[in-house]
C-alpha cells in the first residue's frame, strides 16, 4: 500500500500505522521517485498515526536525506512534519539535527497549519 500521494504541489506522506523496517524501505523509493521528477512540491509527513521510528528507521531516514541532499535541494520547497507526540517530535528534531534538511522545515502539531506553510511556500516559489 502506498503511504505517499501527491496533491498539487503538496506530496504528503501519512503513514496509517506504525511501519516496519521493509514498509520504510518502500516509502523511501516512493520519495526517490517524487525527487526524480522536475516539478517542485513541499513534502509533508503526516506522522500522527504512524508511531515512532526504531533506530534502524532513524538510521535509514537520515541516510536518504544525506544520499538525497542535492536532489532535495533542486526540487523540494520545504519539508514540514505533523506530530502529536513529544517523544516523536524528539525524535524527529534529532535526525533534522543529525541529517538537516537543505530547504525549509518545520514541526507541526496539527494538518491544517502544516498546509497552510505548505501553500506559502508554494505561492511564493519563483
Given at each position: 500500500?502506498?503511504?505517499v500521494q501527491r496533491k498539487g504541489g503538496v506530496v504528503w506522506a501519512a503513514p496509517q500505522w506504525r511501519l516496519?523496517?521493509?514498509e520504510i524501505d518502500e516509502l523511501l523509493a516512493e520519495l526517490e521517485g517524487h525527487l526524480a521528477g522536475?516539478?517542485?512540491y513541499v513534502l509533508l509527513f503526516d506522522l500522527t498515526r504512524a508511531g515512532t521510528p526504531n533506530a534502524l528507521q532513524?538510521?535509514?531516514?537520515?541516510?536518504?536525506?544525506?544520499?538525497?541532499t542535492s536532489r532535495i535541494r533542486r526540487t523540494v520547497r520545504g519539508v514540514g512534519v505533523?506530530?502529536?507526540s513529544s517523544v516523536a517530535r524528539g525524535i524527529i528534531t534529532?535526525?533534522?539535527?543529525?541529517?538537516?534538511?537543505p530547504v525549509p522545515?518545520?514541526?507541526f502539531t496539527a494538518r491544517a497549519e502544516a498546509t497552510e506553510w505548505a501553500d506559502s511556500?508554494?505561492?511564493?516559489?519563483?
Open positions: 500500500m502506498s503511504h516496519s523496517d521493509p522536475a516539478t517542485p532513524r538510521r535509514k531516514l537520515a541516510m536518504h536525506m544525506r544520499k538525497n505533523i506530530v502529536q534529532a535526525i533534522f539535527w543529525i541529517a538537516p534538511p522545515h518545520r514541526l511556500l508554494i505561492q511564493s516559489a519563483p
